[in-house]
């Protein structure tokens, strides 16, 4: 994944609680298997309704996702994630995120910005009335500024994950990262254990 230190950008506001990972990316979505075009499905059955937000003109290249609590909540799916991003989205503001949700999102480079509860329905009112509002999220400082909504606030991200994102680091990429240790212990492997080049061949 690409490295995330600090995302500058407008706003989508969705002002809903529990959304799940089915109301996300719905489950016929799940059929595919590109890790990209997710974003055509996103929010799919909202989208239907012409005043959905992600419909309406005012908000598109919006970079961040202001939502409700428990944003990300029901099947571990990672589609979800993937939708998100492949529509343009580099972080979800909310004050409450699903455990399994926010897993997904730190190792496929999605930044969950947790929030007080204050501090999200004044991001999510002003953005509302003004789309033009600009939302800064720096990840090794761990704040969030909204300079025009009176929003200025700090958000959990522990010293590990925020180093991935700072990083880039995605699970591959941390298991490269000691690619000389693994192809020198590869390398000695007794003959009669399995390889994954002998596998490969029969």
Same mark, same amino acid.
């Given at each position: ?26 489950? #016929? =979505? ?24 992600? &419909?309406?003109?005012? !908000? ?9 609590p428990n944003f990300g ?8 994630? =993937?939708?998100?991003?492949? !529509? ?15 897993? &997904? ?5 999605? @930044?969950?910005?947790?929030? *007080?509860?204050?501090?999200? #329905? ?5 953005? #509302? ?28 991200? *522990?010293?590990?994950?925020? =180093?991935?994102? @700072?990083?880039?680091? *995605? *699970? ?12 020198? !212990? #590869?390398?000695?492997?007794?003959? =009669? ?10």
């Amino acid at each position: 994944m690409e490295p995330v230190r600090q995302i500058t950008g407008t706003a989508v506001p969705l002002r809903r609680a529990d959304v799940d990972t089915d109301q996300i990316i719905p489950s #016929e =979505w799940l059929k595919r298997v590109e890790r990209t075009g997710f974003g055509q499905g996103l929010f799919a059955e909202w989208r239907s309704d012409p005043e959905f937000v992600l &419909n309406q003109p005012r !908000y598109k290249g919006a970079s961040v996702l202001v939502t409700g609590p428990n944003f990300g909540t029901g099947s571990s799916r990672e589609h979800a994630v =993937w939708a998100l991003q492949d !529509y343009g989205f580099r972080a979800v503001v909310s004050p409450s995120f699903a455990d399994i949700f926010r897993t &997904n999102c730190t190792k496929a480079g999605l @930044l969950p910005v947790q929030v *007080d509860a204050d501090a999200a #329905e004044a991001l999510l009112a002003a953005v #509302e009335t003004d789309p033009a509002v600009v939302v800064t999220i720096d990840v090794e400082a761990r704040t969030l500024l909204a300079a025009a909504a009176g929003v200025s606030t700090t958000f959990p991200l *522990d010293d590990f994950t925020r =180093w991935r994102f @700072l990083e880039g680091l *995605d *699970d591959i990429g941390l298991s490269l990262r000691n690619e000389q240790k693994i192809v020198a !212990y #590869e390398a000695a492997r007794p003959a =009669w254990m399995p390889s994954a080049g002998r596998v490969a061949a029969t």
